[in-house]
């Protein structure tokens, strides 16, 4: 650990830079009108977390510590700090015209990190801990959709270049039937019969458990994020997935996003000002969060298909000759707009528990409700278990159960 004395003036004000890393963090010390105080290097560790807040404070009164990674290397050292009543902003990592000017190293980072705190250029607050448990959830699930995507593709590359014997007979099979079969197997003949065959036995299998571990991943992911949002999950086309991406971006402390254009820009949805000289225009953001764009995406293709009001909104915009790429930007701003409301205000969701037992009492048939305004039988028994969320026909279906 190298560092520089301690300053004799113990209540100055000073700002501390966050180098971090897997095993270590460097911390720097500047003063208030820049100059480079100290710097020193700590263990990931929570006796090195409360050094290197010993060293910090041992310097002056902290206005502000600059941390790169808040959600990754340096989640430890930011918990650390808030504990201890420290205020800390997320630094971005410097460009590369930066780093090719002044170079790279751990106390430059670290002093570049504290200079950011200073200066007022990095402002924005980390994100907290109220989200992580369904952000570990979240990645549990969708590492296990990756992983039996791959095992369905490897079974249909192994079933090209199986002996004809065996795709003659497997491969004409698809689906869940084609992954029942293979799980059953019993192999047998030659050597390289029953080489193939065992292999694509394991493959089914892998492919049947990473089905059912989804699953159950799911089902405790919708849960988490029902319990911690209810508005956000009651939304139109938000499934637990789509809900849980949108709670991992907007972080457990959505306040540090003082508006819904901040929430836009943080999905990608916002349009970038691309002006120049006479000429005044926009053009489609690349940046933001990809995995919040797509779930943003999801939402827009469900409302297509299933929202009356969406499919009206379509219409229009059609004949007004726009694509539906450009429809599909439109309405993933609008989206953006109305689901910024849900973690940034109580939105409560509406009741749907009264539904079957009004229907019930009512003598009625899932059949004759679902007849009644068009839909399959499944959809009406979806509405009443809360597995889709549909506001307006909810409102609709308890108007008509009352009168009927």
């Known amino acids: 650990m190298t560092s520089a004395a301690a300053p004799d003036t113990a209540g100055q004000d000073v700002f501390g830079g966050v180098d971090s890393?897997?095993?270590?963090?460097?911390?720097?010390?500047?003063?208030?009108?820049?100059?480079?105080?100290?710097?020193?290097?700590?263990?990931?560790?929570?006796?090195g977390?409360?050094?290197?807040?010993?060293?910090?404070?041992?310097?002056?009164?902290?206005?502000?510590?600059?941390v790169e990674g808040t959600s990754s290397y340096g989640t430890g050292f930011t918990r650390a700090a808030r504990t201890a009543g420290l205020h800390i902003v997320e630094v971005n990592r410097p460009d590369r015209a930066e780093r090719r000017r002044i170079g790279k190293s751990?106390?430059?980072?670290?002093?570049?990190?504290?200079?950011?705190?200073?200066?007022?250029?990095?402002?924005?607050?980390?994100k907290d801990d109220t989200v992580a448990g369904i952000r570990a959830l979240h990645n549990a699930a969708r590492s296990a959709v990756k992983a039996r995507t791959a095992?369905?593709?490897?079974?249909?590359?192994?079933?090209?270049?199986?002996?004809?014997?065996i795709r003659a007979k497997y491969g004409r099979?698809?689906?869940?039937?084609?992954?029942?079969?293979?799980?059953?197997?019993?192999?047998?003949?030659?050597?390289?019969?029953?080489?193939?065959?065992?292999?694509?036995?394991?493959?089914?299998?892998?492919?049947?458990?990473?089905?059912?571990?989804?699953?159950?991943?799911?089902?405790a992911l919708d849960k988490e994020v029902t319990d911690h949002n209810p508005g956000l999950r009651a939304v139109h086309g938000v499934g637990p997935d789509t809900a849980a991406q949108l709670l991992v971006t907007a972080g457990g402390n959505p306040e540090r996003m003082r508006t819904e254009t901040s929430f836009a820009t943080l999905c990608g949805t916002a349009p970038v000002p691309a002006s120049s000289g006479r000429t005044n225009?926009?053009?489609?953001?690349?940046?933001?969060?990809?995995?919040a764009n797509a779930a943003l995406y999801r939402i827009a293709l469900v409302r297509m298909s299933s929202h009356s009001r969406t499919r009206d909104y379509v219409a229009r915009q059609t004949a007004a000759g726009r694509t539906k790429k450009e429809i599909i930007r439109l309405l993933k701003r609008a989206i953006a707009r109305e689901v910024f409301r849900c973690p940034t205000t109580t939105v409560t969701a509406p009741g749907i528990a009264d539904l079957r037992p009004l229907r019930q009492s009512k003598n009625i048939t899932v059949t004759a409700a679902a007849r009644h305004f068009g839909l399959w039988p499944t959809a009406i028994s979806a509405l009443e278990r809360g597995i889709r969320q549909d506001d307006d026909l909810a409102h609709t279906y308890r108007n008509w159960l009352q009168a009927a």
Do not use: M, W
Request: net charge neutral; charged share 20%; hydrophobic share 40%.
């Open 21 to 47: 890393h897997a095993d270590t963090l460097h911390v720097a010390v500047v003063s208030d009108n820049g100059g480079h105080l100290a710097d020193a290097e700590f263990a990931t560790t929570v006796a």
């Open 49 to 66: 977390y409360a050094a290197a807040l010993a060293f910090l404070t041992a310097h002056g009164h902290v206005t502000a510590i600059g």
């Open 106 to 126: 751990d106390p430059i980072d670290a002093y570049a990190a504290a200079r950011a705190a200073l200066s007022g250029r990095a402002s924005g607050s980390p």
């Open 151 to 165: 095992a369905l593709n490897q079974i249909g590359h192994l079933l090209i270049t199986a002996p004809d014997t």
């Open 173 to 219: 099979l698809k689906g869940t039937d084609r992954t029942d079969t293979l799980a059953r197997l019993r192999p047998c003949g030659d050597a390289v019969h029953t080489a193939v065959l065992t292999a694509l036995k394991s493959l089914a299998r892998r492919v049947k458990e990473l089905t059912a571990e989804h699953e159950a991943l799911t089902r």
């Open 281 to 291: 225009r926009h053009r489609l953001s690349r940046g933001g969060d990809r995995q």
